[in-house]
C-alpha cells in the first residue's frame, strides 16, 4: 500500500502504524490537485511496487470562507473561496483517477474507489462548496463508471 498525501509527515506516520501492525506500506508525497504530481506519486508507487491495482481517492474538506454562517452569508461568498472547496473535494478523485486510471486501461485491470459524503447527496450543512464539490464527485463516479 502506499499512502498519497500532500503532507508527506502524516503519509509516513500513517505508513509507519500501518507496519507496525504487521501491514506493508509507504509515504508518497502528493498534491492530488496537481496533475504533475499525481504522475510523479504513481511513478514512485509503479517502481516500488511494479504497478498499481487500486486507487482510492479519499482527499476532501471544507473551508470556513464557503460555508454560510453568521459572519458570512451566501450573498458574500467568494467565488474563487466556493472553487477552492469544489476542486479540493472534486479535482482531488478526477486528476488522480486520469494518472492511475490511464495504467488500469492499458493493464485492462484495477479499481477506482472514491469516497464521498452523503452532503453530495443531500445538502445537510451550511457548506455549499463542499456539498458542490461531492456532488461533482457522485456524477464523476457514475460517469467514470460508464466510461
Known amino acids: 500500500m502506499v499512502i498519497w498525501d500532500v503532507n508527506l509527515a ?3 506516520k500513517k505508513a ?3 507496519s507496525l501492525n504487521g501491514g506493508n506500506a ?3 508525497e502528493c498534491d492530488v490537485l496537481d496533475k ?3 504522475v510523479k506519486a504513481l511513478n514512485s508507487t509503479i517502481s516500488m511496487y511494479g504497478t498499481g491495482d487500486i486507487l482510492i481517492n479519499g482527499a476532501g474538506g471544507s473551508r470556513p470562507e464557503a460555508t454560510t ?3 458570512i452569508d451566501f450573498f458574500n461568498i467568494e467565488p474563487e473561496n466556493l472553487n477552492k472547496v469544489i476542486n479540493l473535494n472534486y479535482m482531488s478523485a478526477v486528476i488522480p483517477s486520469q494518472a492511475a486510471g490511464r495504467v488500469f486501461a492499458e493493464k485492462r485491470s484495477g479499481v477506482i474507489l472514491n469516497i464521498s459524503s452523503i452532503a ?3 445538502p445537510l450543512t451550511r457548506a455549499i462548496g463542499y456539498s458542490s464539490g461531492k456532488a461533482a464527485m457522485n ?3 457514475q460517469w467514470l463508471a460508464v466510461h
Open 26 to 28: 509507504a509515504a508518497v
Open 120 to 122: 453530495g447527496i443531500s
Open 10 to 12: 502524516a503519509a509516513e
Open 139 to 141: 456524477n464523476f463516479t
Open 36 to 38: 504533475t504530481s499525481a
Open 69 to 71: 454562517s453568521a459572519r
Open 16 to 18: 509507519e502504524d500501518i
